[in-house]
Protein backbone atom coordinates (compact mmCIF):
# COMPACT_ATOMS: atom_id res chain seq x y z
CA UNK A 1 0.00 0.00 0.00
CA UNK A 2 1.47 3.39 -0.94
CA UNK A 3 1.17 6.49 1.00
CA UNK A 4 -1.43 7.96 -1.23
CA UNK A 5 -3.55 4.64 -0.54
CA UNK A 6 -2.79 4.76 3.07
CA UNK A 7 -3.80 8.00 3.38
CA UNK A 8 -7.41 7.62 1.36
CA UNK A 9 -7.92 4.50 4.06
CA UNK A 10 -7.31 6.44 6.81
CA UNK A 11 -10.07 9.44 5.55
CA UNK A 12 -12.58 6.66 5.06
CA UNK A 13 -11.90 5.35 8.26
CA UNK A 14 -12.21 8.51 10.10
CA UNK A 15 -15.61 9.34 8.01
CA UNK A 16 -17.08 5.75 9.36
CA UNK A 17 -16.07 7.01 12.83
CA UNK A 18 -17.46 10.18 12.53
CA UNK A 19 -20.79 8.57 11.54
CA UNK A 20 -20.87 6.07 14.43
CA UNK A 21 -19.92 8.97 17.25
CA UNK A 22 -23.54 11.19 17.09
CA UNK A 23 -22.32 13.60 19.23
CA UNK A 24 -19.14 14.54 17.94
CA UNK A 25 -17.21 13.96 21.05
CA UNK A 26 -14.53 12.59 19.98
CA UNK A 27 -15.66 8.71 21.13
CA UNK A 28 -18.12 5.76 20.22
CA UNK A 29 -20.25 4.97 22.87
CA UNK A 30 -21.76 2.00 24.09
CA UNK A 31 -25.10 3.15 23.06
CA UNK A 32 -23.89 5.08 19.58
CA UNK A 33 -22.06 1.89 18.38
CA UNK A 34 -25.65 -0.44 19.18
CA UNK A 35 -27.54 2.44 17.37
CA UNK A 36 -25.65 2.59 14.22
CA UNK A 37 -25.36 -1.11 13.62
CA UNK A 38 -28.65 -1.72 13.87
CA UNK A 39 -29.37 1.19 11.55
CA UNK A 40 -26.67 -1.09 9.55
CA UNK A 41 -29.41 -3.78 9.94
CA UNK A 42 -27.43 -5.82 12.08
CA UNK A 43 -28.66 -5.26 15.80
CA UNK A 44 -26.50 -6.29 18.53
CA UNK A 45 -27.23 -7.68 21.95
CA UNK A 46 -25.34 -5.56 25.71
CA UNK A 47 -23.37 -8.21 25.64
CA UNK A 48 -22.14 -8.05 21.81
CA UNK A 49 -21.21 -4.47 22.29
CA UNK A 50 -19.36 -5.03 25.22
CA UNK A 51 -16.84 -7.39 23.68
CA UNK A 52 -16.58 -5.74 20.42
CA UNK A 53 -15.19 -2.82 22.66
CA UNK A 54 -13.02 -5.02 24.70
CA UNK A 55 -11.99 -6.67 21.24
CA UNK A 56 -10.94 -2.49 20.43
CA UNK A 57 -8.72 -2.42 23.17
CA UNK A 58 -10.45 -0.39 25.26
CA UNK A 59 -10.38 -0.44 28.98
CA UNK A 60 -13.09 1.54 29.38
CA UNK A 61 -16.10 -0.73 28.69
CA UNK A 62 -18.66 2.39 27.32
CA UNK A 63 -16.81 3.58 24.16
CA UNK A 64 -14.20 3.19 21.29
CA UNK A 65 -11.20 6.03 20.63
CA UNK A 66 -10.80 6.50 16.88
CA UNK A 67 -7.56 4.29 17.26
CA UNK A 68 -9.49 1.68 18.75
CA UNK A 69 -11.85 2.02 16.08
CA UNK A 70 -9.07 2.12 13.27
CA UNK A 71 -7.80 -1.32 15.32
CA UNK A 72 -10.35 -2.80 15.18
CA UNK A 73 -11.73 -1.57 11.70
CA UNK A 74 -8.73 -3.65 10.26
CA UNK A 75 -8.31 -6.71 13.00
CA UNK A 76 -8.66 -9.09 9.99
CA UNK A 77 -6.31 -7.99 7.50
CA UNK A 78 -3.38 -7.57 10.16
CA UNK A 79 -4.01 -10.97 11.36
CA UNK A 80 -4.29 -12.96 8.24
CA UNK A 81 -7.69 -13.34 8.48
CA UNK A 82 -10.26 -13.35 5.29
CA UNK A 83 -10.38 -9.97 3.43
CA UNK A 84 -13.98 -9.04 2.67
CA UNK A 85 -14.70 -9.64 -0.89
CA UNK A 86 -15.01 -5.49 -2.32
CA UNK A 87 -17.53 -7.06 -4.70
CA UNK A 88 -19.60 -8.02 -1.67
CA UNK A 89 -19.43 -5.64 0.13
CA UNK A 90 -20.78 -3.02 -2.34
CA UNK A 91 -23.41 -5.17 -2.69
CA UNK A 92 -24.19 -4.97 0.78
CA UNK A 93 -23.64 -1.22 0.59
CA UNK A 94 -25.89 -0.98 -2.31
CA UNK A 95 -28.73 -2.72 -0.39
CA UNK A 96 -28.63 -0.52 2.33
CA UNK A 97 -29.41 2.31 0.17
CA UNK A 98 -31.94 0.05 -2.51
CA UNK A 99 -34.57 -0.42 0.01
CA UNK A 100 -37.43 -1.49 -2.56
CA UNK A 101 -34.51 -4.20 -4.18
CA UNK A 102 -35.70 -3.07 -7.66
CA UNK A 103 -31.43 -2.09 -8.65
CA UNK A 104 -31.52 1.62 -8.59
CA UNK A 105 -31.72 4.12 -5.57
CA UNK A 106 -34.40 6.56 -6.45
CA UNK A 107 -34.22 10.35 -4.58
CA UNK A 108 -36.43 8.93 -2.11
CA UNK A 109 -34.35 6.34 -1.25
CA UNK A 110 -31.13 8.08 -1.10
CA UNK A 111 -32.78 10.97 1.47
CA UNK A 112 -34.16 7.88 3.65
CA UNK A 113 -30.26 6.15 3.62
CA UNK A 114 -28.40 9.30 4.85
CA UNK A 115 -30.88 10.51 6.85
CA UNK A 116 -30.31 7.35 9.09
CA UNK A 117 -26.23 7.68 8.60
CA UNK A 118 -27.37 10.78 10.40
CA UNK A 119 -26.34 13.20 7.07
CA UNK A 120 -29.94 15.68 5.81
CA UNK A 121 -29.65 16.87 2.74
CA UNK A 122 -32.60 19.03 1.00
CA UNK A 123 -34.29 17.44 -2.05
CA UNK A 124 -32.26 19.44 -4.29
CA UNK A 125 -29.16 18.87 -3.21
CA UNK A 126 -30.18 15.10 -3.18
CA UNK A 127 -31.18 15.98 -7.06
CA UNK A 128 -27.63 17.40 -7.35
CA UNK A 129 -25.75 13.90 -5.17
CA UNK A 130 -27.49 11.84 -8.07
CA UNK A 131 -27.15 14.25 -10.79
CA UNK A 132 -23.44 14.70 -10.75
CA UNK A 133 -23.24 10.19 -9.98
CA UNK A 134 -25.12 9.75 -13.24
CA UNK A 135 -23.37 12.03 -15.12
CA UNK A 136 -22.05 9.63 -17.54
CA UNK A 137 -25.50 8.10 -17.43
CA UNK A 138 -27.81 9.83 -19.82
CA UNK A 139 -29.00 11.92 -16.68
CA UNK A 140 -30.97 9.10 -15.05
CA UNK A 141 -32.70 10.29 -11.84
CA UNK A 142 -31.77 6.90 -10.08
CA UNK A 143 -28.77 5.62 -9.54
CA UNK A 144 -27.76 2.04 -10.84
CA UNK A 145 -25.52 -0.29 -8.73
CA UNK A 146 -22.82 -0.23 -11.86
CA UNK A 147 -23.13 3.70 -11.08
CA UNK A 148 -22.70 3.39 -7.36
CA UNK A 149 -19.70 1.26 -7.36
CA UNK A 150 -18.10 3.68 -9.59
CA UNK A 151 -18.31 6.41 -7.50
CA UNK A 152 -17.48 4.68 -4.44
CA UNK A 153 -14.57 3.03 -5.89
CA UNK A 154 -13.26 6.79 -7.51
CA UNK A 155 -11.45 7.57 -3.96
CA UNK A 156 -9.68 4.59 -4.54
Do not use: C, W
Amino acid sequence: MDIQEAALEEGALREAFNIFDQDNDGVISAAELKKMMAKLGNSLTDAEVKDIISEAGSSSTNSITLAQFNKLMTLGHKEGGVVPDVEDEMKSAFAIFDKDGDGFISPKEMIAALTNFGITLTERETTLLIAEATLTSGGQKNVSYEVFKKVMLSGK
